[in-house]
C-alpha cells in the first residue's frame, strides 16, 4: 500500500524559505502526479500546486505563483515543493497526495483527483 509522508516544515520568518518534501514509499508512484495542498486554521483545504508524473508540466494556485516552485526527483520517488517569500497567511498544515490515474499528461488543484494522502506538515510562517 502507498504511504506519502511530508517532511521540512517548520517555523520560518515573513520572507523566509522552506523545502517541502514528499516521499513516496513505492516506486510506482513515480506514474502518478502528486498535488500539495494545504489547509489553515478555520479555512478549507485548498490546492496550491501539482505536476505530473513526467515532471513536464506543473500547476499553481495564483498564491503560488511567483513564490513556489513543485519539482520531483524520480530517482528518489520525491517531489518537492520549494517556498519563498513566505507570509504569515502562508501558515497552514501541507499535504501532499497522489493523482487518482497514472501517466496523465496534466493536473489541477480538485482534490477529488487524488486518491491517497500524506499526514502533513506544519508551516509557521510568523517573526
Known amino acids: 500500500q502507498l504511504h506519502l509522508v511530508e517532511s521540512g516544515g517548520g517555523l520560518v520568518q515573513p520572507g523566509g524559505s522552506v523545502r517541502l518534501s514528499c516521499a513516496a514509499s513505492e516506486f510506482t508512484s513515480g506514474e502518478y502526479g502528486i498535488g500539495w495542498f494545504r489547509q489553515a486554521p478555520g479555512k478549507e483545504r485548498e490546492g496550491v500546486s501539482c505536476i505530473t508524473f513526467s515532471g513536464r508540466t506543473t500547476n499553481y494556485a495564483d498564491s503560488a505563483k511567483g513564490r513556489f516552485t513543485i519539482s520531483r526527483d524520480a530517482a528518489k520517488n520525491t517531489v518537492y515543493l520549494q517556498l519563498n517569500s513566505l507570509k504569515p497567511e502562508d501558515t497552514a498544515i501541507y499535504y501532499c497526495?497522489?493523482?487518482?490515474?497514472?501517466?496523465?499528461?496534466?493536473?489541477?488543484?480538485?482534490?477529488?483527483?487524488?486518491?491517497?494522502w500524506g499526514q502533513g506538515t506544519q508551516v509557521t510562517v510568523s517573526s
Open positions: 497526495a497522489r493523482r487518482f490515474r497514472r501517466y496523465e499528461v496534466g493536473c489541477d488543484l480538485e482534490s477529488w483527483r487524488y486518491d491517497t
